[in-house]
């Protein structure tokens, strides 16, 4: 199984500051037959299923701010959330799918400062 | 736009089974693979498993084969059954649109959208 890892548990930003969410994989998410990473990140808020924002490392999908950037490679990933506000507040999370079980990281909680 | 609604009782005692349906509206069920998971403060988010619209499944082995997926094209259903529950099953379950697959090819990003979830509790 790959397991996904992310850092840190929670963190707390300044309004209009920048969040930095990490994410690791114990092994590489990387797709040689098709030449995609398989890493995707969602946001959840309180009550709500979680929300997908990106998917394939650095996709962001439709509707989805452009403040929102993901980025990375092999095995570590980083989802970038820039001038934050406070509908941002949230639990996010990182999840692999290019192999089963399709596991994800276990949260990063985001409050503001 | 399609839209995801999970159904099934929600209370159930140790040793029984859990039945939830998952109905999409606002599109085909076809081609694509439609997903179970749910969400517990011990777990978080944990992968059930998922069924293609063909009836091909696949599971999380963590499950210990108590877990069946299955779909009902003519419904635009999935549904999840899972046998012998105990509270470490009670969460949240929702279901979830996953890979869309066209004869030659797949594309996958992840799981979107997701049902609004439903709870399930596993009390005597």
């Known amino acids: 199984d790959i397991v996904m890892t992310q850092s840190p548990d929670s963190l707390a930003v300044s309004l209009g500051a920048t969040a930095t969410i990490n994410c690791k994989s114990s092994q590489s998410v990387f797709s040689s037959y098709t030449n995609e990473i398989y890493l995707a990140w969602y946001q959840q808020k309180t009550g709500q299923p979680p929300k997908l924002l990106i998917s394939r490392a650095s996709t962001r999908e439709s509707g989805v701010p452009d403040r929102f950037s993901g980025s990375g490679s092999g095995t570590d990933f980083t989802l970038t959330i820039s001038s934050l506000q406070t509908e941002d507040v949230a639990i996010y999370y990182c999840q692999q799918y290019l192999s089963t079980p399709y596991n994800f990281g276990q949260g990063t909680k985001l409050e503001i400062k | 736009q399609v839209h995801l609604q999970e159904s099934g009782p929600g209370l159930l005692k140790p040793s029984e089974t859990l039945s939830l349906t998952c109905t999409v509206s606002?599109?085909?069920?076809?081609?694509?693979?439609w997903t179970w998971i749910r969400q517990s403060p011990a777990k978080g988010l944990e992968w059930i498993g998922n069924v293609y619209y063909s009836g091909s499944t696949n599971y999380n082995p963590s499950l210990r084969s108590r877990a069946t997926i299955s779909v009902d094209t003519s419904k635009n259903q999935f549904s999840l059954q899972l046998t012998s529950v105990s509270t470490a099953d009670v969460g949240i379950y929702y279901c979830?649109?996953?890979?869309?697959?066209?004869?030659?090819?797949?594309?996958?990003?992840?799981?979107?959208?997701w049902g609004q979830g439903t709870r399930v509790i596993v009390s005597s």
């Open positions: 606002g599109g085909s069920i076809g081609n694509y693979y």
């Open positions: 979830a649109r996953g890979a869309y697959c066209s004869y030659s090819s797949c594309s996958l990003r992840g799981f979107d959208p």
